[in-house]
């Protein structure tokens, strides 16, 4: 067996997929060097392009999904009805529907699918695993503990007399209780990873025994709960943005841009450790500061989205494999796409949810795991390479 140590090998940080070995260049390639050099720049120049163009095409998919979500429904509303509405000439039934019912929930869909979307894609990088993701890691049953906590035994949460839609009356207080029980998922995470070196299937273990630890909790509270606390509390956990308003809008969409602005400003350092800690050592990236902080801002943002709209399976998980896949390990641009692609994704979902067996709305977190669910394991079976 030929030592490697001869060979030349070394671990760069990876273009495509979670790692890549290459080739240290020997004479024979330096040879003409500017013609090669002009070859691996219009190389990586093409690559980048046909990156732009496939985030360009997501992105087009997300407004022509933005605008059928905003026309379909029980009360028919046509673009000229639109015109009307952005115009300020109508003020009737058609403005009610767009205004006051469905663009809140457009807007929540795209948000929270953004949100979800971005803490999964960081959350594999940083600790190396194609399988973490805020569902997976218990982060978001930590969150749905919390969420619960504060809605029952804290009373920030109260319903609606038609019927068990929950109306969380302090989204602030719901909030914070949802991080620290997200915290505190990330924390037991973070802590089996650093002191016991745990391979990525341990991991997805433990966060699989504090999911089961957590649901546990919430199904306790639920026990102690009114029938009417009862009947709001397994509708919130289906997963549902049905019940957003413009002030949970602005709460969610600030988080989501600056913890997004805040991965994309890190993202050099988390395509580093794709590579490996010693190698993202020897190029200065604090290894430990940038997986925790990592994992404590993609458990907030998770936080923010199960505190407001339950929990909302697949999204974190499907997401980052299908834009990396597409896109290769570039974290500058796999961050913004999975973003995109997020807010797409739950946005469609949520437009079949709604439209499917109209005029019965389902939650969008029963759509998400149907589809999410063969759609992983078709990505397991066809992708293995990009992990």
């Not at 289906?238 to 969610?252: K, Q, R, S, Y």
């Not at 709604?354 to 005029?359: K, M």
Request: one cysteine or more.
């Amino acid at each position: 067996m030929e030592d490697q140590s001869q060979s030349g090998d070394k671990r760069t940080p990876p273009a495509d997929g979670w790692c890549v070995d290459v080739q240290s260049p020997g004479p024979n390639t330096l040879d003409g060097g500017t013609s090669t050099a002009s070859a691996l720049l219009d190389r990586y120049q093409q690559r980048y392009r046909r990156k732009l163009s496939v985030i360009a095409v997501v992105l087009g998919l997300l407004v022509a999904v933005w605008m059928y979500a905003v026309i379909t429904g029980p009360i028919d509303v046509s673009f000229t009805d639109l015109i009307a509405i952005a115009a300020g000439r109508d003020t009737g039934t058609a403005y009610q529907a767009v205004w006051n019912i469905r663009l809140p929930r457009i807007v929540a869909a795209v948000g929270a699918g953004a949100g979800l979307a971005v803490a999964g894609t960081v959350l594999q990088s940083v600790l190396r695993n194609p399988l973490a993701s805020p569902y997976t890691l218990g982060i978001s049953q930590g969150a749905a503990f919390g969420a619960a906590f504060s809605i029952v035994v804290l009373g920030t949460g109260t319903t609606s007399g038609s019927g068990p839609i929950l109306s969380v009356v302090d989204p602030y207080l719901t909030t914070v209780s949802a991080f620290v029980g997200a915290l505190s998922s990330t924390a037991a995470i973070f802590l089996v990873a650093k002191y016991k070196r745990a391979s990525p299937e341990t991991l997805i273990l433990t966060g699989i025994a504090l999911a089961s630890l957590y649901t546990a909790g919430t199904t306790s509270i639920e026990y102690f709960a009114t029938n009417t606390e009862l009947a709001a509390l397994v509708y919130w956990k289906f997963g549902d943005v049905g019940g957003a308003t413009w002030e949970f809008n602005g709460l969610l969409w600030l988080g989501v841009i600056l913890v997004t602005a805040y991965f994309i400003q890190r993202a050099w350092a988390y395509t580093v450790l794709n590579a490996g800690d010693e190698t993202a050592r020897s190029l200065g990236v604090s290894v430990e500061r940038t997986r925790l902080t990592g994992m404590v801002f993609a458990s907030f943002i998770t936080a923010l989205v199960v505190a407001m709209f339950g929990i909302i399976g697949f999204v974190g998980l499907v997401v980052p494999h299908i834009t990396r896949r597409l896109l290769g390990g570039e974290e500058r641009i796999l961050i913004p796409a999975s973003t995109v692609a997020g807010g797409a994704l739950l946005l469609s979902a949520d437009t079949v949810a709604r439209t499917i067996i109209s005029p019965i709305v389902l939650p969008v977190g029963i759509v998400t795991s149907f589809v999410g669910v063969p759609l992983f394991l078709y990505l397991i079976l066809q992708g293995r390479e990009y992990w």
